[in-house]
């Protein structure tokens, strides 16, 4: 069991930045794969970036690469976005997630941050 509390959303101005952090507990943390999504109004969870527990550089897809920044701090067990250059479209709600194995689904979820861009 992997637990989950996002925090840093909020109402911003195109062009401004955000930085969401994600606290997480109940597994050693570096255990588990741990990632960012979003979901806009009618459109699915989006994957935007995350860490595989195997050490491996953060892996980011394409609509975020070069604004969003992932990051960790392993002392406190928390897992960042920066979002830079926010723009209209990034409005979601943002989730926190996490799987147990690289292989398997993420399967562990926050109950999400809200992101609002106005133009």
């Known amino acids: 069991q992997v637990n989950l509390v996002e925090s840093g959303g909020g109402l911003v101005q195109a062009g401004d930045s955000l930085r969401l952090s994600c606290v997480t507990s109940g597994q050693a943390f570096g255990s588990f794969d741990v990632g960012w999504f979003r979901q806009a109004p009618g459109k699915g969870r989006e994957h935007l970036a995350s860490?595989?527990?195997?050490?491996?550089?953060?892996h980011y897809s394409d609509p975020v690469k070069g604004r969003f920044t992932i990051s960790k701090d392993n002392r406190l067990s928390t897992v960042y976005l920066q979002m830079d250059n926010l723009e209209p479209e990034d409005t979601a709600t943002y989730y926190c997630?996490?799987?147990?194995?690289?292989?398997?689904?993420?399967?562990?979820w926050g109950q999400g941050t809200q992101v609002t861009v106005s133009s």
């Open positions: 860490f595989r527990q195997d050490g491996s550089p953060p």
């Open positions: 997630g996490a799987r147990l194995w690289t292989l398997g689904t993420f399967d562990f």
